[in-house]
């Protein structure tokens, strides 16, 4: 569709950017309600729902009062199929085939039909996915301090690198629901489970083509380095909503509830040979990440028919988040001895044979937290229908609690808040016209701060040789934007248009330096001279 496009380097397309904006500015909803992921700019990866499940997908680029206001850039909601969309079932199967022997599964079933007073759907799915690359690099340059006849054109390694990305998606979704006259009640649930191995190995060498071992020499080909990095990542995401709709004699009156769970496990090693130093060396690092992300909600939301074409919509939403972080690292690094190094064969051996007994996993600076987020939502607007023409205006109140606790800081630095509150209003029109369709829209929104910002910790290095401190108190951007577009459509499954936009952030979230406050200095980073330790802030704008 125009405007959207994709975020991805692992297995298939991801994080989805609308109109050019980072995946964490744009809303991703499934039937309608948000759900929780295990980025730290709140995105969520669409390549976890498998195409059988969806029934469609709504490009959303209008803000709405009836929608919360994290959406920057637009919204896209996925609607799952449910127990209206089909009658009987089916079954299919089939695999992949790669050209270097891996064969990966693919398949499904699904059934809907009749079950007591009302109708079920239900639905599995697996889905393979396997993206092999072989990565061949050439690099020149190198600093003045290294090489005195410093030339940009200077040779300086190769790195030959195998990136194998394997993974299974395995996936299921329900729904079940009771239709009567006046009263409509459903429930549905869906889960996904990914297990997923990222394995790469990477050799440099000191000459443009040639291979040879890892002696230190100027030979040509000498083996600089040798790094393996396996992860291993299961990642399971889990929700299930209810929702109820009644029409009364002054309108109708809809409740809806859902919870939704992401577990985030991954089990990380690098290990790495040095053969570019008098003693070769080898670095071997650790790291274990753990990631559970809870939401909570609930929403009512009554519809007031104003006599015409006219109605009033009014309600509110409350929404409770909890997001535990658990990060631990361990290293280990020592010389290898001079028969490691002469009898090494980068073919027949790797880095994983030098792994000694590592040190204990120890949790890392702003590595073992937990978020709280409390949000309550208080709506109103206005909407109209007169056939070609479709139009809404309304105002939404956003009030957010944020606690966080952090057991790598010292106290008092250890527990932070922040309490915010945004006006949201909005309008948007759309009309037909044949075959297209014109759309206007004007609103505010808003992006909430990344949640690794706001731990009080402080990381090292984490910006190049640059220091991170967070900052607890840190504020959602807020936007002001306009749209204007046509859009038209190409038979039944086709269509072009051409879209304007606009957006004015304000609050802009930047990192800046942090200056010492009996100084007034900046303060120097832990890498020494020429490092600073930066924070992020809510300073100035962008458009």
Known sequence: MPSVTFLSDVIESDGARLRGLDPGYTQILINGEKVPGSNADRSFFLDRIPAELVKQVEIVRSSSARRTGDAVAGTLNIVLRDALAMDGGYVRGGALFFDDGKVKPAGGLYYGGELGPGRILIGANVQGRYNPKQKYSLRYGDSPENNPSFATDDFDNREDQSDVRNGTDYAANASYIIAGEATEFSLSGNYVRTERTEDERSFEYNDPTAINGPVRT??????????????????????????????????????????????????????????DRTAPRFTGDLAARRIRDDEVSLGLEHELPLGGEFKLVFGGFAQNKDRDTSIAEARDRYN???????????????????????????PIPGGLNTISEDRRDLFALVEGDSGALKWEAGLRWENTRVRITDQTVAAPLANGRSDYDALLPSASLKFDTGSGRI?????????????????????????????????????PETAWGGDLGYEHRLGSRGVA???LFYRKVTDLVETVTVLDPASGLPLEGSAGPGTFVLQPQNVGSGA
């Open 439 to 475: 759309t206007a829209s004007v609103a505010r929104t808003l992006k909430r701060p990344r949640l690794d910002y706001l731990s009080p910790a402080t990381l090292e290095e984490e910006l190049g040789e640059n220091d991170l401190l967070g900052n607890p108190q840190l504020g």
């Open 336 to 362: 290898l001895t001079a028969a490691d190094r002469d009898g090494y064969d980068q073919f027949s051996e790797d880095p994983d044979q030098f792994v000694r007994t590592p040190p204990a996993l120890a």
């Open 218 to 275: 100027t030979t040509p080909g000498n083996l600089l380095t040798d790094n393996h990095n396996v992860n291993e990542i299961e990642q399971e995401s889990w929700s299930i909503g209810a929702r109820l709709s009644h029409e009364w004699s002054l309108g109708k009156t809809t409740l809806r509830g859902s919870f939704a769970r992401f577990d985030d496990t991954q089990d990380e090693f690098e290990n790495e040979v040095d053969f």
């Open 497 to 499: 248009g051409i879209n």
